[in-house]
C-alpha cells in the first residue's frame, strides 16, 4: 500500500458511456497527478492539480474531463471514449515542494468496447 | 518530452550486473528512479538532487551528470526480486512542479 488508492481496479465501458475513476490519498499531499500507461507511451502524463488547482493539461482530448474537490481527491470523468483510450490510468500524489517523491495508486484497468 | 532510456529491454541471470541509462533533450533538476512490477503501482527508489550525486542502496545505486543531462542507475548481483520496470523521471520547476518519466526499461532476472 501507498497510500494512494484507486477505484475502480478494472473497468470495461462502451463508447456511449460515461463513468469517473477516483483517487484518493492520505498521506497529506497537496498536488495530484493523472498518468495514462499504455504499451505505447509508457507513462504519460495527463493533468497536473496543485492545492486542487489544474495547474496541467498535456494536450488532453475533452472527453477526459478532471476534478478535484480537495487536496485528497482526484476523480477523471470519462464519456464517449474510443477503444485507443484503453490503457492503465494511475493516480499520483506529491507535496508540492521541489525533489519529493511521488506516490502512485495501483491504477484502474480501463477497457474501451 | 520524455526522456530516452536505454536499453528498452534486458534480460539477466541472477548475480549480473546491469546498467539502465536515462537521456534527457532539457535541462535536468533533479532525477528520480522508480521501478514497476507487474500488475503494480510504480514504487519510488531513489532521487538524484545534484549534478555528480551518487546514491545507492543495497546493490542499486545511480549516478547523476547534469552536465549531459543524463542519469544512470546500477544494479549490481541481481536478485529476482529486480525483475521489473525501470523508470527514471525528472522534475521540473517551469512554473509547474511535475513528472515527466522516461521511456522505461523492461529487465528480468532469471533464476
Known amino acids: 500500500e501507498t497510500g494512494v488508492t484507486q477505484t475502480p481496479r478494472h473497468l470495461v465501458m462502451g463508447m456511449t458511456n460515461k463513468k469517473s475513476l477516483k483517487c484518493e490519498q492520505h498521506?497529506?499531499?497537496?498536488?495530484m497527478y493523472w498518468y495514462k500507461q499504455s504499451a505505447k507511451k509508457p507513462l504519460e502524463l495527463m493533468f497536473v492539480?496543485?492545492?486542487?488547482?489544474?495547474?496541467e493539461n498535456n494536450s488532453v482530448p475533452s472527453r477526459f474531463s478532471p476534478e478535484c474537490p480537495n487536496s485528497s481527491h482526484l476523480f477523471l470523468h470519462l464519456h464517449t471514449l474510443q477503444p485507443e483510450d484503453s490503457a492503465l490510468y494511475l493516480c499520483a500524489s506529491s507535496q508540492v515542494t521541489e525533489n519529493t517523491e511521488a506516490f502512485f495508486g495501483q491504477g484502474t484497468r480501463l477497457t474501451v468496447v | 518530452q520524455q526522456p530516452v532510456q536505454s536499453p528498452q529491454a534486458v534480460i539477466l541471470r541472477e548475480g549480473e550486473d546491469a546498467v539502465i541509462n536515462c537521456s534527457s533533450s532539457?535541462?535536468?533538476?533533479?532525477v528520480h528512479w522508480y521501478r514497476q512490477k507487474h500488475g503494480e503501482a510504480p514504487v519510488f527508489l531513489m532521487i538524484l538532487l545534484k549534478g555528480g550525486e551518487q546514491k545507492g542502496h543495497d546493490k542499486i545505486s545511480a549516478s547523476f551528470n547534469e552536465k549531459k543531462q543524463q542519469s544512470s542507475l546500477y544494479l549490481t548481483a541481481s536478485q529476482l526480486s529486480y525483475s521489473g520496470t525501470y523508470f527514471c523521471?525528472?522534475?521540473?520547476?517551469?512554473?509547474?512542479?511535475?513528472?515527466?518519466f522516461g521511456t522505461g526499461t523492461r529487465l528480468k532476472v532469471l533464476a
Open positions: 532539457k535541462a535536468l533538476y533533479s
Open positions: 492539480y496543485n492545492f486542487k488547482e489544474q495547474t
Open positions: 523521471g525528472t522534475g521540473t520547476t517551469s512554473g509547474t512542479y511535475k513528472y515527466i
Open positions: 498521506l497529506g499531499h497537496n498536488a
